[in-house]
């Protein structure tokens, strides 16, 4: 059993502690918020116990790991006490605004030696999974370039602000959104380097981007785009899809299907010369409790795991994450024709 | 229940396997006949019951079926409540408060918060009743026999112990629309054994029960060991995996489960429609052969 609690129950919080109330190995001793009706509702209808603020529930709940999924401008602080409190963390993505206080964390967690995990899920869907290993068995030979696309509709219209419209709180489109396919292919390609151009549109909101397009390039010279886009909505929800192109052949993958093409015969077990395609329920592992998509219960169950020393600490460490950061730093700071 | 129910989730631009097919369905099925007349070739083979989550474009399809009372005299829809990507794009949008303030009819939420915070749980129960009328008033003259709670909410609840707010669904349905209360979930092993616990008994729950073990929580033997185990009256959703198995296993492997009262499906056009209403009812037949 490993004792978790869970600091910020908005809409990854609860949804976090969904699967941690139904995981088998976890018992949840505290939930903090600073919603009174939030609390209020769970006090009501669950079982868990509820603080307004994280150091009482620490004292009080005494927790082997806890889950932070606050707005991100809170991350690095909550994340500095936790890790001082020998806790290990799981923290939702993006995983710091500022990149040195990020490093410091790195750091901290690696003496500490805890646990540490950023929410990055799209590494436990089975397709970006299945792409993974074709790429680093080498069999679509050596990458030369990769386009990454994310579109969704996030913001449509003008209207009411929250913390997702404000920059420094970490809202916006290259932070909530375009983190998640700057740290795919970061996984699946190369770490990325060097940032070419980028333009930062606001479509509709007032004083954060609603689309990102930036030309990248990986330390290897892998060149490569994003497109990235929460404000197209002919898409009912977050769609990633990446291109990856190599000398023998070429990938194109989302979460629910990959498309392989072989230029030739060698090529791994169960795929063949030309075009592959392959769904999500081939590679989908059943998991105990299934809300919205199994990665969500996969990456909790591997994080769970590595507390429990079954598994090494090895997918979206803290480390892997200030990787993301740093480039979300430099794309941000590109000069740009931002017109905000 | 009838033993076949046509779904919607293609008319809506779902699909669990493709984005890309998702977003074509999405084209296809623009115009609100187009709906209707997929809705109309599904009756011609026999199929008595659309299950449809309130979704906003329902409205309008519930006002046509309601203009042809004659055509539709037999038909049933079983709605399933909340169209959830509604609520989860208001609270990205709004906040949980402002997400509640623009859903919860009238200025209930409003009025409340105003007189200080004094929430006690029938106030909570209330707020919940008032959403699910607001739902429900597009199938106002429509016969809705079952009504379903949408997996996200049921496995929502189910993951933080709201078992109180299950029944409160359950008797809420059951009472105001003399309706039987449906749950759809991903983790039926783990759904009948908490409502059970409240009081709940063989209920009526559509999960995912397909021969690939695709979006089966807790693995297929443990779905195969409670449906011959336990009283549940199970509608059996994704049969086809999404539409990538071959149908005919897919078929004869849910029609020979027990305690599979219904299969639900959705397809857009007239040939796989009438493929897996003859193969549902091709082995229906073979299994009931077989038990005489």
Known sequence: MVRVALIGAGKMGISHLAILGAHA??????????????????????????????????????????????????????????????????????????????????????????????????????TFEEAHNIISSNAIGDVLHFSGEMNGPVVVKRKEETWRSKPDEGGGCLMDYAAHIIDLINYLVAPISKVHGVILKSFYSQSVDDAVFALLESNNNISGTIHVNWSDETYRKMSTTLTIIGTKGKIIVDSTELKVYFKDADCPAGYTKGWNIKHINEFAEPVDFYLRGEEYSAQIDYFINAVLGKVPNAVNTFESAWQTDKIIHQIKNYKTNYNG | MDRILFGD???????HVSDEKSRAQAIKFKEDTSILKTIDIAIAEGVKTFMCTTHERMIQICILIKQDATKYNNFNIYPCLPYAHKYANAVTELGVIGALKQYVPGNFFGSLLKGGFAFVSKDYISMMQLMIDAEMKMFNGI???????QNVITDLLLGLGMKDLLKAYYDYVTKKYNAQAGFITMNMP???????????????????????GFRMSGGKQLYEQTLETKAVRAIAMQVLSGGVTPPKQAIEYVCSLPNVESILFGASSRGNIQETVSLIRHFDKKMHLAAV
């Open chain 2, 9 to 15: 989730n293609q008319f809506f631009g779902v699909n």
């Open chain 2, 190 to 212: 783990m759904l009948l054994s908490v409502l059970e616990s409240v009081g709940i008994h063989n209920p009526i729950i559509c999960a995912s029960i397909n021969i690939d």
């Open chain 2, 143 to 149: 016969k809705t026999p079952v009504i379903f709670l």
């Open chain 1, 25 to 126: 190995d976890v018992e949840l001793v505290g939930v903090v918020d600073t919603s009174k009706i939030v609390t209020d509702v769970l006090q009501k209808y669950s079982s868990f116990k509820c603080f307004d603020n994280a150091t009482k529930m620490l004292e009080v709940a005494k927790p082997d790991a806890v889950f932070v999924a606050t707005p991100t401008k809170y991350h690095a602080s909550l994340v500095r006490e936790l890790l001082a409190n020998g806790k290990h963390v799981f923290v939702e993505k993006p995983f710091c605004i500022g990149v040195d206080e990020g490093n410091n964390l790195v750091q901290l967690s690696k003496q500490q030696k805890l646990i540490n995990q950023v929410g990055y899920h799209n590494k436990f869907i089975g």
